[in-house]
């Protein structure tokens, strides 16, 4: 039985993921952290995220829950991941990171610490997004040197990161099948007199609005015709049982850095 511990436990996803974890084969949730001076220390983890009582109750430090689980799910916030990364890999134990908002200096430091304990680490857990992701790569090769390409992506008015972490992923996976470097051809944004478009760079614009779960476009445009491929997600279940699954699926290893096409088996 896999040990899961969640932190940013009363989070939007931290209550999904309790849920996901209490439908889950072979996992049990055995601690839930929340930030140290959040009025729900002592509540019963279940009984916040809906689910009836699991006699987990919440603690504000991860440090003091160490010996109780395997695993670690984290969808919190890069400052708040990066110590609960810290404090796992001193402690041995395993993590799936979730949350997105990462420098690459800071993705840089998961990728180190992933050298001596595994870690999952995906800007999104849907098995609808990583085919996406494959799709793309495809649409890229056959499509991307006559088109234009922009990605648009839409979320609920509480997200705090933008671009999507998944946009970025979905604009360096176009980039790379066409040989392109992201961060010199992405363009965040228009504004004013912008001049013709650039036929190497990848656009992105971004939708915040009311309790959008997530939705990704990516558009490939050429003169005459049009390809818009589409991802939408209509619950955060979906990204919950993916970390689940990813939570379960690191017990084979005792090392590494994996993301989702790995738990997927969808890497070439
Ligand atoms: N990879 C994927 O598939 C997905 C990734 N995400 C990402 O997950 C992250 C969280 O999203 P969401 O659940 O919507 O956000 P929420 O704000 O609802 O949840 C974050 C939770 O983490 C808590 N938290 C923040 N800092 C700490 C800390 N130091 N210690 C303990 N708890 C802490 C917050 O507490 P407080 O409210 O007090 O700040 C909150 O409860 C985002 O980065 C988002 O982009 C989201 C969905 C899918
Ligand atoms: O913040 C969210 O909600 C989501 N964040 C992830 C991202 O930034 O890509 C994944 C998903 O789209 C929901």
């Not at 490939?220 to 049982?241: C, D």
């Amino acid at each position: 039985m896999r040990r899961i511990a969640v932190i940013g436990a009363a989070g939007r996803m931290g209550k999904t993921l309790i849920e996901a974890i209490g439908q889950a084969e072979g996992a049990r949730l055995t601690a839930a952290i929340e930030r140290p001076e959040s009025s729900l220390l002592g509540a019963d983890a279940g009984e916040l995220a809906g689910v009836g009582r699991l006699g987990v109750a919440i603690v504000g430090d991860l440090t003091q829950v160490l010996d109780d689980f395997d695993v670690l799910i984290d969808f919190t916030h890069p400052t708040s991941t990066l110590v609960n990364l810290e404090i796992c890999r001193t402690a041995g134990k395993a993590m799936v990171i979730g949350t997105t908002g990462f420098s690459e200096e800071e993705k840089q430091l998961i990728s180190r610490a992933a050298e001596q304990v595994p870690v999952v680490f995906a800007p999104n857990f849907s098995v609808g997004v990583n085919l996406t992701l494959k799709l793309l790569d495809m649409a890229a090769r056959v499509m991307g040197d006559e088109a234009d390409i922009e990605i648009i992506e839409a979320h609920h008015r509480h997200k705090v990161d933008a671009p999507s972490g998944t946009a970025l992923r979905m604009g360096e996976v176009v980039a790379q099948a066409l040989g392109r470097d992201l961060q010199k051809v992405a363009v965040y944004g228009r504004e004013g007199q912008t001049g013709a478009r650039d036929r190497q760079t990848i656009g992105f614009a971004t939708v915040r609005a009311g309790d959008v779960v997530g939705d990704h476009t990516v558009l490939f445009a050429t003169e005459g015709e049009r390809v818009e491929i589409t991802h939408k997600a209509s619950s955060r279940m979906t990204f919950a049982k993916g970390a689940v699954r990813s939570a379960i699926w690191l017990a084979a290893h005792d090392r590494g850095l994996f993301d989702m096409q790995d738990v997927l088996s969808l890497r070439d």
